[in-house]
């Protein structure tokens, strides 16, 4: 398998060459085109003619071997929804389960068993009534049977693995117990992938739990620390039995560096969880690079530096064989920017993300969304039993990724200065394809991209593209979208896929400013 991929991608070479351009010139690009393309087809006919003649070595760019991370698994694209967004997005009657939310849902692991998490910060605020139990002073809501029943249509419907939140912070075994209990019998244990006891364990003893005559009062006390985490998180860990467990579920750069002994001693977890976001309205200057504005957003260091940060824990989880996901992740951690987390801007992000972080070796991740939420993927509402959805930007990002990266495609490793002004990304499927994204996230500099081949094959093109950076609406996937609302989850409109012939062993790619492109080779 190795040899052959090694000869598939050996001849690949790509040249990146600076050019000037609109948002606006990149609407029209469609059909079938020659490597000497006209404007109308693949960008301005100055930029594609001699190609091959005038590539400097400054502009090359390479496509080489497979990185030293495993292929991307079954599922790397799932979300993670709030137990109180379960019913405004799927219904509330189990028969009827919201369509346009499990198509929604399929078209990031299409083919696969999508990896679902419940939890959030409502893990911590959520339980399964337990009968001669007073109700926890931090709880604010309780699972019904109504609730359960939607769940697990909604399991059946997508045939989803499942990581369920199991409350920490009420401090009660019989609680987590009985959770867990509940969930199995209503999902089965097949469809758990683990139960993961609390959320952000880090902010117990300095966060609010709940108030107390108008109090404050949090969960633990203000000496609260990992080590006093870990004992009760083994103690909740001894009750459930068989059932496979997740943690420690923390964002926290701190604790997060206490993942190898805690892997070390909890022997009965199966599967590492930790939480990223690149940016934080709250509490944070203005000045701050994890200020959210669209540039921070952009920034090397809320894709590239997101991943570098959980790198190295890759190895301390697959040391312990134990997977890595990071199952809450977006793109504001904390208050409100939807000037930033509903533009075009999070579309980009998110696809150089799940690149960046699949690069690094990570099993798979979870995006976080819930209907209040300002980066939120999507909204719904029901009319006459009829649903319709509204998809936002970074959705469209999301899909794309699925589309670049089936699974068990290995990330190949790019080389050469003309990486410069461009995100690229390459992966190898088990198809025999290579699949090449290659993002432009300025708002003014368009690029072209020259890649030389030994095949005369015809390759394809899409497109990532909206007016603006900034741009809340009229985001295109291949030159479909799910318009102002959809009541498929399917992207419509007429599909624009460039069929782009090379010429003398050259493929010519054109990407416009605030646009992105994927670019299939046979």
Not at 1 to 22: E, V, Y
Not at 44 to 69: D, F, H, Y
Not at 378 to 386: E, V, Y
Not at 412 to 418: A, C, E, K, M, N
Request: glycine residues 8%; positive net charge; contains cysteine.
């Amino acid at each position: 398998m190795a040899l052959a991929t090694a000869a598939l991608i050996a001849p690949l070479m790509l040249a990146g060459c600076g050019r000037s351009g609109s948002g606006s010139a990149a609407g029209s690009h469609r059909g079938s085109a020659s490597g000497a393309h006209s404007a109308s087809q693949n960008g301005p006919v100055t930029a594609q003619a001699n190609v091959s003649a005038t590539i400097a070595p400054s502009e090359l760019l390479t496509i080489g071997q497979p990185k030293p991370v495993q292929p991307i698994r079954p599922g790397f694209v799932g979300l993670s929804l709030e137990y109180t967004a379960i019913e405004p997005y799927a219904g509330t009657d189990p028969s009827a389960v919201n369509p346009v939310l499990v198509q929604l849902i399929r078209n990031l692991a299409p083919g696969q068993a999508p990896v679902l998490r419940i939890g959030g910060d409502t893990t911590d605020w959520t339980w399964v009534p337990v009968s001669d139990m007073s109700r926890p002073r931090g709880i604010r809501y309780a699972l019904n049977t109504r609730w359960l029943n939607v769940t697990r249509a909604l399991t059946r419907a997508l045939g989803v693995r499942l990581i369920m939140g199991l409350d920490l912070e009420a401090n009660s075994l019989r609680l987590a117990s009985a959770e867990a209990q509940v969930f199995e019998t209503t999902f089965g244990r097949r469809a758990i992938e683990a139960l993961e006891p609390g959320n952000e364990p880090e902010l117990y003893g300095s966060w609010a739990w709940y108030l107390a005559n108008g109090i404050p009062v949090a969960g633990r006390p203000a000496d609260w620390d990992f080590s006093a985490y870990t004992q009760n998180f083994s103690s909740v860990a001894r009750t459930l039995h068989a059932l496979p467990i997740a943690g420690p579920s923390t964002g926290s750069d701190k604790w997060i560096a206490y993942l190898s002994p805690f892997l070390h001693d909890e022997l009965r977890v199966s599967l590492a969880t930790l939480h990223r976001y690149p940016l934080q309205a709250c509490y944070t200057p203005l000045s701050s690079p994890k200020y959210p504005t669209i540039a921070h957003l952009l920034s090397p260091s809320a894709s590239l530096g997101l991943a570098s940060s959980v790198a190295g824990n890759v190895a301390v989880a697959h040391a312990h064989h134990v997977q890595l996901r990071i199952d809450e992740i977006n793109t504001n951690s904390c208050g409100s920017a939807p000037q930033v987390t509903g533009t075009f801007a999070s579309a980009l992000w998110a696809l150089d993300t799940m690149f960046a972080l699949a690069n690094v070796g990570i099993d798979g991740v979870n995006v976080h969304t819930y209907p209040l939420a300002d980066y939120r993927l999507f909204n719904f509402r029901q009319s006459a039993g009829s649903w319709q959805g509204r998809v936002q930007p970074e959705y469209y990002g999301l899909m794309m990724f699925a589309l670049a990266a089936p699974p068990g495609s290995r990330p190949l490793r790019l080389s050469g200065p003309g990486k410069a002004g461009l995100r690229t990304w390459a992966t190898s499927g088990p198809d025999g394809r290579v699949r090449t994204v290659l993002i432009d996230d300025s708002a003014t500099r368009a690029r072209t991209v020259v890649i030389r081949s030994t095949t005369n094959r015809p390759a394809t093109l899409i497109r990532l593209q909206a007016p603006s950076l900034s741009s809340s609406h009229g985001i295109t996937l291949a030159g479909q979208s799910f318009g102002s609302t959809t009541s498929t989850g399917l992207l419509a409109g007429t599909e624009r896929t460039i069929t782009i012939k090379p010429a003398s062993g050259v493929y010519s790619v054109y990407v416009p400013p605030a646009s992105a492109a994927l670019l299939t080779l046979p």
